[in-house]
């Protein structure tokens, strides 16, 4: 699996952006997909995850409410809907994934994952 993360840009506090993930490779549709996000200075932490139908997700508490993960499967690709930014979402956000069984759990860790894409950058102003 090929990832490739855009999106990303300057925002003002309380703004939205909306991520977008696209991938190619013929194991997408087996493929969990999260986001992951790191801050200048600080380790890469989960943001969110969908599963490979789409059908569970599983946000972080620190964006719950506020950001949204969602899949096209038809179009190959995983959004991420950010709402009511703050400066503390200031990061390069990258989207990952791992192939799966339709019940696996999804994981929250660096490790769980084996594929990910570039990072974009997101910069919040307040």
């Known amino acids: 699996v090929q990832l490739q993360a855009f999106g990303g840009g300057l925002v003002q506090a309380g703004g939205s952006l909306r991520l977008s993930c696209a991938a190619s490779?013929?194991?997408?549709?087996?493929?969990?997909i999260a986001w992951f996000r790191q801050a200048p200075g600080k380790e890469r932490e989960f943001v969110a995850a969908v599963s490979r139908n789409g059908r569970r997700i599983l946000h972080a508490d620190s964006v719950k409410g506020r950001f949204t993960i969602s899949r096209d499967i038809d179009k190959n690709t995983v959004y991420l809907q950010m709402n009511s930014l703050k400066s503390e979402d200031t990061a390069v956000y990258y989207c990952?994934?791992?192939?799966?069984?339709?019940?696996?759990?999804?994981?929250?860790?660096?490790?769980?994952?084996?594929?990910w894409g570039q990072g974009t950058e997101v910069t919040v102003s307040s």
């Open positions: 990952a994934a791992k192939d799966a069984i339709l019940t696996a759990p999804l994981g929250t860790q660096h490790d769980d994952y084996s594929y």
């Open positions: 490779g013929r194991t997408f549709s087996r493929s969990n």
